[in-house]
């Protein structure tokens, strides 16, 4: 991979999801926030109209590599059997500015989004203060069943193996094909995964841990029902108009966010937080502040991580991929435009 008068090499999905492990991008992303990424320092995503959405650009610098994912959100593909989302992320060579490889942006962004968010799930579980330790075989409540529904039911069984599965999507129809296809594809073997769409008032009190991965711009549930133990993750809007989380559990909950300017900024979940709050010594911490040890959970309080996505994720997981790939000294992947 060297060179931008030869052909860039392309990874496709198949590529990534081989080279990338959901347990190799959560070490990825834990190892680079202990040793030097700051959160507070990355570059903000650029919008831009695009026929039927929107273009999404978002650039990331590193001491190694540096990168930008380009991606299309058409809203209205879903209904037509397409992707939603589409693009592509090119990896730069920090120093000289050379393009090195291209990497297939959906399946990127479906490996980071899940190991962001089980990412902090595992640091809050265990900071859990006393009376709140985990339960031994914890109750995972999952709301959508989409792309990243399922790319989150895979990375949390992985992480919490002993852990049950709860599923509420707004059809049922679409929850059953999805568990179907875990099932049938041998990911979630000996895994429980039930269908709890219509019941999610009895869902939300019972379950250890509630990853959200909709794009619902209404709160799934109400907060009040979840329990103080509980971890939640919320990341599956961006934008100040979409939130997934209501104003009752961001109060009585301690939050942790990507990085404070991007939720700010970006995060429709936390709109109630004043400007006041995010420049003063109680705004929410950061993953780096998590990671590092430098926050605490409160007796009594659930824990929420509510994340945007950022460029510097994409980039960690990016050069995790060309590592791996160059760690098994795997064959050249196909130029991008070969047939």
């Not at 968010?117 to 959508?144: C, K, N, S, T």
Request: include cysteine; glycine fraction near 8%.
């Amino acid at each position: 991979m060297s060179g931008a008068s030869a052909a860039l090499p392309y990874f496709t999905a198949a590529d990534i999801t081989r080279l990338l492990p959901i347990p190799d991008a959560i070490a990825a992303l834990r190892a680079a926030l202990r040793d030097d990424v700051d959160p507070e320092r990355d570059a903000p995503r650029l919008f831009s109209d695009f026929p039927g959405g929107e273009f999404l650009l978002m650039p990331a610098q590193g001491t190694r590599f540096s990168g930008l994912k380009a991606l299309t959100v058409a809203p209205e593909n879903p209904a037509r059997g397409l992707a939603k989302i589409q693009g592509v992320y090119i990896v730069y060579l920090s120093d000289t500015a050379e393009p090195l490889a291209i990497l297939e942006g959906a399946s990127l962004t479906a490996i980071r989004t899940p190991a962001v968010a089980l990412l902090a799930v595992q640091h809050l579980v265990a900071i859990a203060p006393p009376g709140g330790e985990p339960a031994p075989h914890p109750r995972i409540l999952v709301f959508g069943a989409g792309v990243q529904a399922a790319a989150h039911i895979r990375a949390a069984a992985t992480a919490f193996p002993d852990a049950t599965f709860d599923v509420v999507g707004r059809r049922p129809e679409r929850v059953d094909t999805m568990i179907e296809a875990l099932s049938g594809a041998g990911e979630t073997r000996g895994v429980s995964i039930r269908n709890r769409t219509g019941s999610a008032e009895a869902a939300v009190p019972e379950a250890d841990i509630i990853l959200c991965t909709t794009s619902t711009s209404t709160p799934l549930f109400d907060g009040a029902l979840v329990a103080e133990h509980a971890v939640v993750a919320a990341n599956g809007t961006h934008g100040t108009d979409k939130r997934e989380l209501d104003d009752a559990l961001i109060e009585r909950s301690d939050l942790v966010v990507e990085g404070r300017a991007s939720a700010q900024r970006e995060n429709g979940n936390l709109t109630a937080l004043d400007a006041e709050v995010w420049g003063s010594a109680s705004a929410p911490a950061n993953l780096r502040d998590l990671v590092t040890g430098d926050m605490r959970r409160t007796p009594g309080r659930p824990a929420v991580f509510t994340g945007v996505g950022m460029a510097w994720e994409d980039l960690i997981c990016a050069s995790a991929v060309l590592e791996s790939a160059s760690r098994r000294d795997a064959a050249p992947p196909r130029a991008e435009g070969a047939s």
